[in-house]
C-alpha cells in the first residue's frame, strides 16, 4: 500500500505526514476526515497516513506487543476472547495477518477482513467485512467504524464464540482473497 500511495498520489508516504503533521492535529478521526476531504483519499489510505503519522500501528511500534498490553489494559479479562478468535483465524490460511493498532489488531489478507477490539469493560467487538450481507443471527451492521467494516459481532465472554461467529468470519476471509 505504502509503494502504491506514491505511485496513486503522486506524492511519498513521508510527504504526506509532514502535511498531516504541519496541520497539528491530534485525533485519528480529524486526520483522516481531512485526507478525505481536502485530498480526496480513500479511506484506506487516508488510515495509512494516520497510523504512521501518530505511529499507532505495528510497524511505527518498537514492540507490537506493547500495542496489545496497551489495548487489554483494565479489559485483561477479554484477552483469552483475543487469543481463542486469533488461533482460529490463523487456521483459516498461511496468508492471515494480524496488525495492532492503538485500540485494536486489524486481521487481514489481500485486504482487511476482520476487526478485534476490545471496545468496553463489557463489550468485545469484532468487526468484519460482509458488504451486502443482511444483519442476522450475531451480526450487525456496523455504523461506528467509518467504513472500516460493514458488520460487528459483540460478545461478552469466551463462550460466546461460538460456530456461528467463526463462520462470518472465515465468510470474511474468503471475500478478501
Known amino acids: 500500500m505504502i509503494d502504491n500511495l506514491g505511485e496513486d498520489t503522486g506524492k511519498s508516504l513521508d510527504l504526506w505526514i509532514g502535511i498531516v503533521q504541519k496541520e497539528n492535529f491530534k485525533k485519528h478521526g480529524e486526520i483522516v476526515k481531512f485526507l478525505k476531504n481536502e485530498?480526496?483519499?480513500?479511506?484506506?489510505?487516508?488510515?495509512?497516513?494516520?497510523?504512521?503519522?501518530?505511529?499507532?500501528?505495528?510497524?511505527?511500534?518498537?514492540?507490537?506487543?506493547?500495542?496489545?498490553?496497551?489495548?487489554y489494559k483494565g479489559k485483561e479479562h477479554?484477552?483469552?476472547?483475543?487469543?481463542?478468535?486469533?488461533?482460529?483465524?490463523?487456521?483459516?490460511?498461511?496468508?492471515?495477518?494480524?496488525?495492532?493498532?492503538?485500540?485494536?489488531?486489524?486481521?487481514?489478507?489481500?485486504?482487511?477482513?476482520?476487526?478485534?477490539?476490545?471496545?468496553?469493560?463489557s463489550r468485545f467487538e469484532i468487526g468484519i467485512n460482509l458488504k451486502g450481507h443482511p444483519a442476522e443471527g450475531v451480526l450487525e451492521i456496523d455504523t461506528k467504524t467509518n467504513g472500516m467494516c460493514s458488520h460487528k459481532i459483540n460478545l461478552k465472554d469466551e463462550n460466546d464464540i461460538s460456530p456461528e461467529v467463526i463462520n462470518y468470519i472465515k465468510d470474511a476471509y474468503e471475500a478478501a482473497g
Open 78 to 121: 477479554f484477552l483469552q476472547i483475543y487469543e481463542t478468535l486469533r488461533s482460529k483465524i490463523k487456521a483459516f490460511g498461511e496468508d492471515v495477518e494480524f496488525a495492532p493498532k492503538n485500540s485494536y489488531v486489524s486481521v487481514r489478507r489481500k485486504k482487511q477482513f476482520a476487526m478485534l477490539i476490545p471496545a468496553t469493560k
Open 39 to 71: 485530498h480526496s483519499f480513500t479511506h484506506g489510505y487516508a488510515n495509512l497516513i494516520v497510523h504512521k503519522a501518530l505511529k499507532s500501528d505495528a510497524g511505527s511500534s518498537s514492540n507490537p506487543d506493547e500495542l496489545i498490553e496497551k489495548q
